[in-house]
């Protein structure tokens, strides 16, 4: 008990932090052991002005356009809706990063590799974007269907019963 008050959490995440430092220094080693490691370094270096001068503001501007069309800053706290386009907007936007050579069809030597005709990546990405979605929406009515029928309207014979809205 000393140990988890002394470091803040069990020694199982002690060691599953370590490990992941460990990994990360192996992969750090082996990436700049290369024949040309001042390229890696400037990715590394574009990769993050790029994201903080470029990406941050760009979707923390649309994340906050989203808010006001959607009307979420004037939802009762909790889980709000905003969370429902977020997350396939994200995913999305992953997989459009990770194969965007291949969507655009300008990934010509890497067609070679996968097998595949250049002309389906975009389609399969606008229908896995599409499902996203419809999951999304899906769960969304899900969650409001639940809330509508679990939350009972507050009436004085409830507030009573619970104690809470007695009369005096």
């Known amino acids: 008990m000393a140990f988890r008050k002394r470091y803040g959490a069990s020694p199982v995440h002690l060691l599953l932090v370590l490990a992941s430092f460990a990994l990360t220094g192996y992969a750090g080693i082996r990436l700049l052991a290369g024949p040309e490691p001042w390229m890696v370094v400037m ?14 503001p760009l979707y923390t501007f649309t994340d906050r356009a989203a808010q006001i069309v959607l009307g979420a800053r004037h939802q009762p706290p909790g889980p709000g809706r905003i969370n429902h386009v977020r997350v396939p ?7 459009f990063l990770t194969y965007f050579p ?12 996968t097998t595949l005709p250049d002309d389906v990546f975009l389609g399969r990405w606008l229908l896995i974007t599409t499902v996203l979605f419809a999951l999304s929406a899906l769960t969304l009515l899900v ?26």
Request: glycine fraction near 8%; aromatic fraction near 10%; avoid cysteine.
């Open 43 to 56: 990715w590394f270096a574009g990769a993050a002005l790029l994201h903080d001068l470029v990406l941050l």
């Open 89 to 95: 907007v994200f995913l999305s936007g992953l997989l």
């Open 102 to 113: 291949l969507i655009l069809r300008q990934g010509n030597r890497f067609t070679a590799y």
């Open 143 to 168: 969650r409001l269907f639940r809330s509508r029928t679990t939350s009972a309207p507050r009436t004085p014979e409830n507030d009573s019963r619970l104690g809470a809205g007695a009369e005096t």
